[in-house]
């Protein structure tokens, strides 16, 4: 779990910075799109910690009562 924890906060992280530069040169939708994509998979590790579990597919099951 802590490789998946820590993969999705390191593409949290580069999906974030992506949408700085592209607000930078004024790519709003671009931008919106990626700060968007960081928000989430910031949140998922956090959920996978708190619930001490590691799949993205439980994950979904929770967030929708699938």
Not at 11 to 19: G, I, K, M, N, V
Not at 30 to 42: D, G, L, N, R, T
Request: overall charge positive; hydrophobic content about 40%; aromatic content about 16%.
């Amino acid at each position: 779990m802590r490789k998946e924890v820590s993969r999705l906060w390191e593409q949290a992280l580069e999906d974030f910075d992506t949408a700085e530069k592209l607000l930078e040169v004024e790519k709003y939708y671009a931008s919106v799109f990626f700060s968007e994509q960081a928000a989430e998979k910031a949140l998922k590790p956090l959920f996978f910690l708190a619930r001490g579990r590691g799949r993205s597919r439980s994950f979904w099951r929770r967030a929708t009562g699938i």
